[in-house]
């Protein structure tokens, strides 16, 4: 079975993710932090990182980047409110750090359906 951690401080955004997951054959793990999101992962065989860009203690970014040292071949998805230019900006940081995919909220249950399915193979 498949594990997903999602990796975001808003609460209401992780029970989202966490429900549209629920129909997947995988295991979800969530973290509210990149802190917290360090600690699962390094626990845990993540077969795919769903994480917001800006959250306290660790952000998205920091986050990625440490997940690249541990695992350069993990699939990272980004999520990120980015309408505005910085949060642009920072969604292709993440892409040139290693993050495959990027969403920007809002996105649609199909939209984020289809990017993990693909993500999974």
Avoid: C, W
Avoid at 36 to 65: A, C, E, R, S
Avoid at 109 to 121: Q, R, S, Y
């Amino acid at each position: 079975m498949k594990k997903i951690l999602i990796i975001d401080d808003d609460p209401k955004m992780r029970d989202l993710l966490k429900h549209y997951l629920k129909k997947e054959p995988a295991t979800i793990l969530s973290a509210p932090d990149g802190e917290d999101g360090m600690l699962l992962f390094t626990d845990h065989d993540i077969d795919l990182v769903i994480i917001d860009i800006f959250m306290p203690n660790k952000d998205g970014i920091q986050t990625i980047i440490e997940i690249k040292q541990k695992k350069a071949d993990s699939k990272i998805l980004v999520i990120s409110g980015g309408g505005e230019q910085t949060g642009l900006e920072y969604i292709k940081q993440a892409k040139a750090l290693g993050a495959k995919e990027a969403l920007v909220k809002p996105f649609t249950k199909i939209d984020f359906l289809k990017t993990v399915n693909n993500m999974l193979g």
